[in-house]
């Protein structure tokens, strides 16, 4: 089994920062890309940033400027540092990756999701 688990949301006042976690452990073989993905109460899940695992990045272009996606790759982590946070970022923020779990089999994986609140 796999499992990506997130960490680092919470309530923050407009123009702070927040800083989320999500590292993936179980029987991984190799990770391919790892990103965020959110979904506002209302709104389709969207692509917030993604990161492959040669370093090139993918960020949706109302962020872009103000989070920034890094990895970890020994640790199988990846960041999401978010600063000037707006009250429209205000969403669940889900962890996805592209796992390799033996050679040549792919799959899909989701965290359980952790809650950014933007709010004065």
């Known amino acids: 089994q796999v499992h990506l688990v997130e960490s680092g949301g919470g309530l923050v006042q407009p123009g702070g920062s927040l800083r989320l976690s999500c590292a993936a452990s179980?029987?991984?073989?190799?990770?391919?890309?790892m990103g965020w993905y959110r979904q506002a109460p209302g709104k389709q899940r969207e692509l917030v940033a993604r990161?492959?695992?040669?370093?090139?990045?993918k960020y949706a272009d109302s962020v872009k400027g103000r989070f920034t996606i890094s990895r970890d790759n020994a640790k199988n982590t990846v960041y999401l540092q978010m600063n000037s946070l707006k009250p429209e970022d205000t969403a669940v923020y889900y962890c996805?990756?592209?796992?390799?779990?033996?050679?040549?089999?792919?799959?899909?994986?989701w965290g359980q999701g952790t809650q950014v609140t933007v709010s004065s």
């Open positions: 996805n990756a592209d796992i390799e779990r033996t050679p040549g089999y792919f799959g899909d994986y």
């Open positions: 179980g029987s991984i073989f190799s990770i391919n890309a």
């Open positions: 990161k492959s695992s040669s370093g090139s990045t």
